[in-house]
């Protein structure tokens, strides 16, 4: 019988500095490239991009019953509320105007540009575009005595219901948008 040498294998020491690092190492290298990535967009931001931030403001508004229709305010004011995401409504008061003879839903501003004499105001201009109504409809219609503070006045004309309907779909939508956002995140409205 023949003996058999040992056969010793050499295990060839690797050179190359990666070789040890195994899957915890790869890991660490790889949590060290995102977090510099991360610090350097942090640290670098272009010149061009501009933020621009508008503070929320608060409309006053008055919502009054002009078709004669029981209830008209009421719906109308609430299909109003809260507001949008760049203006809230406190609605102040809501009841019946002098004259139950709208046809048509009409907004009325109470006080006007600041800035231009005879524009209405950015708040009123606000309202309208969240009913639909053109800005051109908008009726300037100053209070000497605005006791009450009022920036606009929206009176429920008996198209009234198609203003709440549209009201209505679009918060609907816009909570149904808010819902299927991943967390984390803001819907815009």
Same mark, same amino acid.
Not at 36 to 56: A, Y
Not at 63 to 88: F, R
Not at 103 to 112: I, L, Q, S
């Given at each position: ?30 949590? #060290?490239?995102? &977090?510099?990535?991360?610090?350097? %967009?942090? =640290?670098? $931001? ?5 933020? @621009?931030? !508008? ?32 203006? #809230?409504?406190? &609605?102040?008061?809501?009841?019946? %105007?002098? =004259?139950? $003879? ?5 907004? @009325?501003? !109470? ?35 605005? &006791? ?15 203003? @709440? ?25």
């Amino acid at each position: 019988m023949h003996k058999h040498k040992p056969i010793h294998s050499r295990q060839r020491k690797s050179t190359s500095i990666f070789s040890g690092f195994g899957f915890t190492g790869w890991s660490i290298i790889f949590l #060290l490239g995102v &977090i510099v990535v991360f610090v350097g %967009s942090l =640290l670098i $931001t272009p010149e061009k991009v501009h933020k @621009v931030e !508008r503070p929320m403001s608060t409309a006053v508004i008055q919502v009054l019953n002009g078709c004669g229709e029981s209830g008209a305010a009421t719906k109308l004011a609430d299909a109003l509320m809260p507001g949008d995401s760049i203006q #809230l409504y406190d &609605i102040i008061e809501k009841g019946d %105007s002098k =004259l139950a $003879t709208f046809d048509r839903t009409t907004v @009325v501003d !109470r006080r006007g540009s600041e800035s231009e004499r005879g524009v209405i105001s950015e708040k009123a201009r606000w309202v309208a575009r969240r009913l639909g109504i053109d800005e051109t409809e908008v009726i300037l219609l100053r209070l000497d005595e605005n &006791i009450l503070n009022i920036d606009v006045t929206v009176i429920a004309g008996r198209d009234f219901n198609r203003y @709440v309907s549209k009201l209505k779909e679009a918060k609907g939508s816009s909570i149904s948008l808010r819902l299927s956002e991943p967390s984390g995140r803001e819907a815009s409205s």
